[in-house]
């Protein structure tokens, strides 16, 4: 390709995953960065037989270590994926036809990614195509430093592609689980720390009511059996977040 892409990738016991993504990044990316957190299983290996640049780096949080991740990439252009992602073939196919050209006319573009869960690829909802700015041109943006829920900001025009990303989110229930509770106790710090509030009286009504927009309103339902699960978990997963919120704020009083 013309223009030459560096894909980055942030780690940490990722065996399950890591082969799969880098599998779909073959013949796309010129380079492939890994920074890693600590991953004590196979991780390192595979990366390394995927001929990936493998760097451990201590933890910092998911904004700081994906813009740390960007520094470490030669290539202004630079293509942000989890490990738990892959490229679907017409994305890739995409992806090079686009910097085949000799000028690229946007400072990023939007990949639509679609949630798997539990085996099935969702057709409904807002775990379909919903839109990542993920690929970008590193010197007109970066990661906004938060410690939950990054994302990047550029300078310049966007575009959003076609063909998209499959998001293998979930090993099972127990997997799913266990990342909810990490995530909600970082969200519930986040919005304690910005001095949000919320109500006790108002949680049980907030989890119905959620429940009821991600299941009904946003088509889960047609997603089947996966559908519900996702939707009650989605729904739990916001409870937990104000829960703990709430255990934060009475903690701190005196």
Known sequence: MTQKISAVIITFNE?????RCLQSLQDVVDEVVVVDSGSIDRTEGICKQFGARFIPHKWEGYGRQKNFALSQASNNWVLSIDADE?????LANEIKSIFSQDAIPFAGYYLPITLVFLGKK?????????QHLRLFNKAAGQFINVEV?????????????????????YQNIEHLLHKLNSYSSIAAKADANKGKKTRKWHVGFDLLVRFFT???IRLNFL??????????ISAYSKFVRSCKQIEIIYEELP
């Open 15 to 19: 065996e399950r995953n890591i082969a």
């Open 86 to 90: 892959q490229l679907t073939p017409e």
């Open 122 to 130: 969702f057709k409904y909802g807002n775990e379909n195509k919903q």
């Open 149 to 169: 829920h990054e994302k990047v900001e550029v300078h310049g025009k966007t575009a959003t592609l076609k063909a998209g990303v499959l998001h293998h989110s």
């Open 214 to 216: 991600i299941y009904i």
């Open 223 to 232: 997603n089947g059996y996966e559908g519900f699960v996702w939707s009650v």
